[in-house]
């Protein structure tokens, strides 16, 4: 199963998910080789057009083989897993192909593993090489299969602007993977800072409402200057004392103009590094753990 040709093309959902079925049950086969494409987007898709052309793949896949062990997603496109402690059939993608290809479990995390420990481009606009992590954030509901005994190490963060950079890649990641996997279910989680004991910066995303973001600003004052003050910063409105911006409808654009507004206020308020940064009660609709390497701070 593979696309060919000046004009890609790429198998139609049943028979994806008929592939998917034999990387599982006999992966013997299948193993070492090249992800074959389930899915070639458009030229240039956006977020959203990349999300709608997955769902009707997915959906199939899932109906064949039941419920992921694992959700994720990188900054390139899905990672799904279908997983024990043998093999691991695994749904990902980027820009241009989403693929299904079956890996030896062992080999294939300790590879990551070694990504997430030592991954970095050094280049000026990914300086941690977040962009090459196999997956920003990951999701264990307890599905069908083996879920791993552990957590790779992850770099951290080492500047705010580092961390800016990967919020901004997490939101855009999750805008276009989030409904596909999860459907209508929210994800959130609170920022908070050694720098701002108590204070709390809340960012949330579902298909439903948008990209969110909120910060409690009860003890400021609230009046003409302070409203020019947050307006600049680029919150939107205030409500009972919180601080609010949503994008309704995100793409790119809109996931980096949130990871500005977040790290342009936790700056204001005294935060230098990410260090000092902590993500708390991360979750998708209180269902499963959810966890955000991406993100490059202690959560």
Do not use: N
């Amino acid at each position: 199963m593979d696309y060919r040709g000046p004009h890609r093309t790429a198998p139609a959902p049943a028979d994806a998910a008929e592939y998917a079925r034999a990387l599982h049950d006999t992966p013997g086969p299948y193993l070492g080789r090249a992800p074959a494409a389930v899915l070639v987007h458009e030229p240039g898709a956006g977020l959203a057009a990349r999300r709608e052309a997955l769902w009707d793949v997915y959906a199939a896949i899932v109906a064949r083989l039941g419920e992921p062990t694992l959700y994720g997603g990188s900054s390139h496109g899905p990672s799904v897993r279908w997983r024990d402690s043998r093999r691991t059939v695994l749904l990902s993608g980027d820009r241009d192909t989403v693929g299904l290809s079956v890996h030896d479990t062992a080999a294939l995390e300790g590879e990551e593993d070694r990504t997430f420990a030592w991954s970095g481009a050094w280049r000026a606009d990914d300086p941690l090489g977040t962009g090459e992590l196999p997956y920003l954030w990951r999701l264990d509901r307890g599905g069908p299969g083996e879920s791993p005994a552990g957590r790779p190490r992850c770099r951290a963060a080492t500047t705010l602007d580092d961390f800016r950079a990967r919020l901004g890649m997490l939101l855009a990641a999750w805008v276009e993977q989030l409904p596909v996997q999860v459907g209508t279910d929210w994800a959130s989680f609170r920022l908070t800072s050694a720098a701002d004991r108590g204070r709390q910066l809340l960012v949330s995303y579902s298909i439903e409402d948008g990209l969110h973001a909120s910060v409690d600003d009860r003890d400021g004052p609230d009046g003409e200057d302070r409203a020019r003050t947050m307006h600049a910063r680029g919150w939107q409105y205030r409500d009972r004392g919180w601080w609010q911006t949503e994008f309704t409808a995100p793409d790119r654009a809109e996931a980096t103009a949130l990871a500005d507004l977040v790290v342009a206020e936790l700056w204001a308020r005294g935060t230098l590094d990410p260090e000092s940064l902590r993500a708390r009660d991360v979750s998708c609709k209180d269902r499963g753990e959810m966890w955000l390497p991406g993100l490059g701070i202690r959560q």
